[in-house]
């Protein structure tokens, strides 16, 4: 296996948080540096296997949407250059292809989740009473149909370890005031229909996916985090798409399916990943980004 980066050791600079797959550095009033790790987690818990390129992959993907998105929303990428943060050359190698000096700004606590399709817990929801999120659907949809319309369905941002609760647009109203509100869904939903579109003539299916928010001190909202990338968002091949059977993904699928047939009680610590996995699971991700930077 090629060397993979689980963790970054970055001394000049203060760990501000170590999330599941991003460790975060301080570098000035106005800036952070987001090193994306090759971490991955599975049913909350992240595994001590790294999967080798994965957070390559997931920053290339990010900084591609970001460029292409940039007329419909401004977001945090920072001008400043990885010399000018980390001038220790042994640093900049560490974390070289992971890390992007990013603009701080005061994050938004709500998760912008778009549905183009029936799947996961929107299915759930869809078998128990016709809706997905409180939404009304037309009755008959099978497992991965596409929705008429992509819904807005947004939910709180838990602690690591806690789950996210789905919240209706009344509460996000709430939480966020009716013009900021009222902004991340038309946002989020011009956002995921564009790439959506532009996926689509790539060969990938964007199921759904999720965008965080947040305000710049003109109270601007602004697109921050990861972006529509296959960790934030729900990857499928057109060409094996079939509705009424769950499509195979450009995720963490092998990950999974390899877990659930060991007896592990889904809490940490996770068991280690063998190389097999860790290689298929390295080629999904790759396969994801070929196929959308072409």
Known sequence: MSHALHTSHIKSLPLIHRGKVRDIYDIDDH???IVTTDRISA????????????????????????????????????????????????????????????????????????????????????QKNGEICGIKLPAGLRLADKLP??????????????????????????????????????????????????????????????FEFGLDENNQLTLIDEVLTPDSSRFWPVDQYQPGSSPVSFDKQFVRDYLETLDWNKTAPGPELPDQIVTKTAEKYNEARDLLLG
């Open 31 to 33: 800036h952070m540096l």
């Open 149 to 210: 319309e992509p819904l807005f369905t947004p939910s709180t941002k838990a602690a690591v370890g806690a789950h996210d609760e789905n919240i209706n647009y009344t509460q996000t109203e709430l939480l966020l005031g009716k013009d900021i509100a009222r902004q991340v869904r038309d946002t989020s939903l011009r956002l995921y229909k564009e790439a959506a579109d532009y996926a689509l003539e790539r060969g990938i299916i964007i199921a759904d996916t999720k």
């Open 43 to 126: 049913f909350d818990v992240v595994m001590p296997t790294a999967i080798p390129g994965k957070g390559a992959v997931l920053n290339d993907v990010t900084q591609f949407w970001l460029k292409k998105l940039a007329h419909i929303i401004p977001n945090q990428h920072s001008d400043l250059t990885l010399e000018t943060v980390l001038p220790d050359a042994s640093e900049r190698a560490e974390v070289a292809g992971h890390a992007m000096v990013v603009k701080k700004l005061k994050a938004l606590p709500v998760e912008a989740i778009v549905r183009g399709y029936v799947i996961g817990s929107g299915w759930k929801d869809y």
